[in-house]
């Protein structure tokens, strides 16, 4: 089927990304998001296309896997297997985390206090069904415009990266990934930061993923003194 002729209408390029491209467009007259994993010139031809089935594919399990366990993803409406393009629910009114911490002025502290409660208690239910995200950045997070945000108004995005594991191992990994892509984007959140760790530990496998973050924060060390 061809989707562009049947169900949706132009898609208008709004993000040009290293690996996608993110179109907006109406499918079936609901507001969509097209994440298209375009072809890398450089890549061998086979590894490419096995690359962007690959991440296609994680990208959509995962997020469904969160849906199912009531994590907020968009909810995914097609999937184009000819150029890897995923159709997915556009999360309307909202802003990445990213530029929601940026842009906090009065109450900066309870509002960050708040929200990282928020991204410690989803990172603990999305490790509990054994999900890595892969990739935590607070540009992966979308938050929903509202006077006062809940727990129902941050949706993980981008899992191209993602995979399911039970390891220990794996999850401090993607802890670590979060706490570099925080402190680095967010000068003087260390506070904050260790309100999302606090809430993390209400998941039961939470004290050997921490036990793991200290070590790859450790090994993460060495690596830059020697290096
Ligand atoms: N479902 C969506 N609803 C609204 N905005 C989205 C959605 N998916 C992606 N975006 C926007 O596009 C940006 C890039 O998407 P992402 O999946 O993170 O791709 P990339 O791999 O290029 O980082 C996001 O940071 C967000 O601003
Ligand atoms: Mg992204």
């Known amino acids: 089927m061809d989707v562009e002729s049947e169900g949706s209408s ?5 993000k040009q990304g290293a690996e996608a491209r993110i179109y907006a467009a109406d499918f079936l007259g609901r507001p969509t998001i097209v994440k298209e994993r375009f072809k890398k010139k450089f890549r061998h031809n086979v590894l490419d296309d096995k690359l962007r089935h690959k991440r296609t594919m994680q990208e959509v399990r995962s997020m469904h896997r969160c849906r199912k366990a009531g994590i907020a ?13 995923i159709y997915m629910e556009e999360v309307q009114n909202s802003i990445t985390v990213r530029d929601y911490i940026n842009s906090l002025k009065e109450d900066k502290e309870s509002n960050l206090r708040k929200l ?3 991204i410690g208690t989803i990172l603990a239910s999305m490790h509990n069904i054994q999900v890595i995200h ?6 992966n997070m979308l938050l929903k415009k509202t006077n006062d945000i809940e727990i129902a108004d941050l949706v993980l995005i981008d899992f191209g990266l993602s995979s399911i594991s039970s390891l220990a191992e794996d999850k401090g990994v993607d802890l670590y990934v979060l706490e570099r892509a925080f ?10 930061f260790k309100v999302i760790l606090d809430t993390y530990k209400t998941f039961k496998g939470s004290s050997e993923a921490l036990k793991k973050l200290d070590e790859v924060r450790l090994r993460g060390r ?6």
Not at 134 to 139: I, P
Not at 222 to 227: A, D, E
């Open 10 to 14: 132009a898609l208008r390029l709004i």
């Open 73 to 85: 993803t968009p909810t995914v409406f097609f999937i184009d297997s000819n150029d890897y393009k």
């Open 116 to 118: 990282a409660k928020i």
């Open 134 to 139: 892969g990739d935590l950045t607070t540009s």
């Open 183 to 192: 402190l680095s984007t967010h000068p003087n959140t260390e506070d904050a």
């Open 222 to 227: 060495k690596r830059t003194m020697v290096g």
